[in-house]
């Protein structure tokens, strides 16, 4: 098989990585793409690493089966606790991006000499991959992170725009962790939904960082460095959960911009 024609692979805790998802198929409409969401192990930014890293060895195995030249980690929990080991354990068969990377890049690139604050999972922030990354860069961007584990399950349930939101976003951006930064990462793929809010509670006075789209152009020069570029005409895009629910595939709409057809994978039988 020539490896342009094959698929872009995708993965997150569950329905969250479709905003990264999404802003792959806009910048690429022309690849093809398999999407897989741990349904039945989210949330991720509670599990241990051991067990994120059990789950993503089993998700990299379905999506390299199914022909995958690139796998995407659309998920910042498992960005941080699978990244190495899944490059390791998948070689030659498949470039592997995190969401992790190409976010450090640009922080370090447009914000030297600043204070920039993030929001993520538990997961996420206790690996202190951020920081890590960040610093080896040698960049003056001061790093002060802030785990927020109300937000994914607020988000996956449905619950944004309304005051319980509101509530919530503002207990948690009110923390002292994050006073007077210039820049806030989103470091979980669930909350460009709740953006606006993030932004409205900062009176549009810092700038609100999310990764699809870093990630998307991040995937791109991949691709054209390597001559992985698909010129075909149509593309498919398949979309696979290790538990389906219809709410879950009723929740699409919210991640990806339409409602998308959820096909069921057990990762164990
Ligand atoms: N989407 C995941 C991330 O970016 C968070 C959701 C979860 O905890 O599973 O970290």
Same mark, same amino acid.
């Given at each position: 098989m020539n490896n342009a024609h094959r698929p872009i692979g995708i993965f997150d805790?569950?329905?969250?990585?479709l905003t990264v998802a999404q802003a792959i198929a806009q910048l690429l409409p022309k690849e093809d793409m398999i999407y897989f969401g741990d349904t039945a192990h +989210?949330?991720?930014?509670?599990?241990?690493e051991a067990a994120i890293q059990a789950y993503s060895v089993k998700i990299a195995d379905v999506l390299l089966k199914k022909g995958c030249k690139v796998i995407v980690i659309a998920c910042n929990s498992a960005s941080s606790a699978a990244y190495e080991l899944l490059k390791e354990y998948v070689r030659m068969d498949a470039h592997i991006i995190n969401v992790i990377d190409p976010m450090v890049a640009y922080v370090t690139k447009h914000f030297k000499d600043k204070q920039i604050g993030l929001i993520g999972t538990k997961r996420t922030v206790m690996s202190g991959v951020y920081t890590d990354r960040i610093k080896e860069t040698q960049n003056n961007v001061q790093l002060k992170s802030l785990a927020t584990p109300l937000l994914a399950p607020m988000i996956e349930e449905?619950?944004?725009?309304n005051q319980i939101s509101h509530e919530i976003i503002g207990q948690y951006l009110s /923390?002292?962790? +994050?006073? /007077?930064?210039d820049a806030l990462i +989103?470091?979980?793929?669930?909350?460009p939904l709740i953006k606006k809010e993030i932004n409205q509670f900062y009176n549009g006075k810092i700038s609100i960082l999310d990764s699809s789209e870093v990630v998307a152009q991040a995937l791109k020069t991949h691709l054209e460095t390597n001559s992985l570029i698909n010129e075909q005409p149509e593309s498919t895009k398949r979309f696979f959960v290790s538990d389906y629910t219809p709410s879950f595939e009723a929740s699409t709409r919210l991640f990806f911009g339409e409602v998308v057809h959820l096909e069921q994978h057990r990762l164990w039988n």
């Open positions: 805790s569950g329905i969250g990585g +989210l949330p991720y930014g509670d599990k241990s449905g619950f944004f725009n /923390d002292s962790e +994050l006073l /007077d930064i +989103l470091a979980c793929t669930h909350y």
